[in-house]
């Protein structure tokens, strides 16, 4: 099952993306001021699955890709894709399993691991 993503950019903006079961990122949303914004956005977008629309382009580069819209509002961009059928799995495994995809968020500056011992 896949996992939103919350973190922060080097702007001091947040953002989540959406990660695919192998840790991949699906999409990128926009930037938020703050990080309870990502919280509500996330929870909007669990909710709205079946109202969300999936506009598919094709880059200058041969690349695909798609924007998420939700009632008239850009909610993500996904990443580039080499086929339309990687395009079509990675919309297929937010329908599938995005409303029940936990929310994770590695946007705080402390360091995950703590410190270890030093071996003599």
């Known amino acids: ?3 939103f993503v919350i973190s922060k950019r080097f702007s001091g903006e947040y953002k989540f993306e959406f990660t695919s079961r192998k840790g991949k990122a699906i ?3 926009n930037n938020y001021e703050l990080r309870f914004e990502c919280e509500d956005e ?6 709205s699955l079946e109202n969300c629309t999936f506009m598919k382009f094709k880059s200058s580069g ?4 798609f924007r998420m819209i939700i009632e008239e509002r850009e909610m993500a961009i996904s ?4 086929t339309p059928l990687l ?3 990675g919309i297929d495994e937010i329908i599938k399993y995005a409303s ?12 995950v691991f703590p410190d270890l011992p030093e071996m003599l």
């Open 79 to 82: 990443r580039k894709y080499t």
């Open 62 to 65: 041969g690349k695909y890709y």
């Open 87 to 89: 395009l079509q799995k």
């Open 42 to 47: 996330i929870e909007f977008i669990k909710a």
């Open 27 to 29: 999409f990128t949303s």
């Open 100 to 111: 029940k995809s936990e929310t994770l968020d590695f946007s705080s500056d402390a360091f």
């Open 1 to 3: 099952m896949g996992a």
